[in-house]
């Protein structure tokens, strides 16, 4: 069974721009998870979803946000970027509440 | 607010030894709490515990849960270098917390051949 992928992997982007990160899940899970990593703040969840619904959201401004589609691909978008936002951002997937999540392999967003 | 704690920070052992890292947590629920290992990637799930007492074994790693006490136990036996790695608890808090985990800040450990 193929893990999670998320595209791109690595991005640069200048601060004001917006960017948009994908992230399909394992094939059968519904649940899609995104965290922010940081060295300073470590893993901390930004949103989660199930079936094109969003049922969690962390603590991060409104410029972060997020859609899933019908096939539990996901995707997260941040505008007006700044420099703080610079991460490696993690999505997880799985089969529902009370399962294991699975991470994949990140995009690295460098905010200059 | 939920809080999860690692300790150590950090750990530096020879191959061959054996290394205990630790876990403790405040949520308002509980459901579940995991372990994951980092390397210079995603974190790969290694255990899920539930029930307290009750020992999650694979290989030369194992974890046990104390839910009286709010901790747990990461034990690797004959470490060897593919072991280093950074080591992350993560709490589950059930409730509506649907889909986030609350992740302590890591155990570094370094395995020295």
């Known amino acids: 069974k193929a893990g999670v992928t998320q595209t791109p992997r690595y991005l640069i982007k200048t601060r004001g721009q917006q960017v948009t990160l994908s992230c399909s899940p394992i094939s059968g899970h519904r649940s899609v998870s995104w965290y922010q990593q940081t060295p300073g703040q470590g893993l901390q969840f930004l949103f989660e979803y199930f079936s094109e619904t969003q049922r969690n959201k962390g603590n991060f401004p409104g410029r972060f946000s997020g859609r899933q589609f019908s096939n539990s691909r996901s995707e997260m978008n941040v505008s007006t970027l700044e420099l703080g936002d610079s991460a490696l951002y993690l999505c997880?997937?799985?089969?529902?509440?009370?399962?294991?999540?699975?991470f994949g392999p990140g995009t690295r967003l460098t905010v200059t | 607010e939920d809080k999860v704690v690692q300790s150590p920070l950090s750990l530096v052992v020879h191959e061959g030894d054996t290394v205990t890292l630790n876990c403790s947590y405040e949520?308002?629920?509980?459901?579940?709490l995991l372990w994951y290992k980092q390397e210079k990637k995603a974190p790969t799930f290694l255990f899920m515990l539930?029930?307290?007492?009750i020992e999650k074994k694979s290989g030369r790693l194992s974890s046990i849960l104390d839910k009286k006490e709010l901790f747990s136990i990461l034990n690797i036996t004959a470490t060897q270098t593919g072991d280093s790695a950074v080591y992350l608890c993560a709490v589950d808090a059930g409730g509506t917390s649907y889909g986030k985990l609350t992740f302590g800040q890591g155990t570094i450990l370094t395995v020295h051949p």
């Open positions: 997880a997937s799985s089969n529902n509440i009370g399962s294991e999540q699975y």
């Open positions: 539930t029930s307290s007492g």
């Open positions: 949520v308002t629920n509980f459901r579940s």
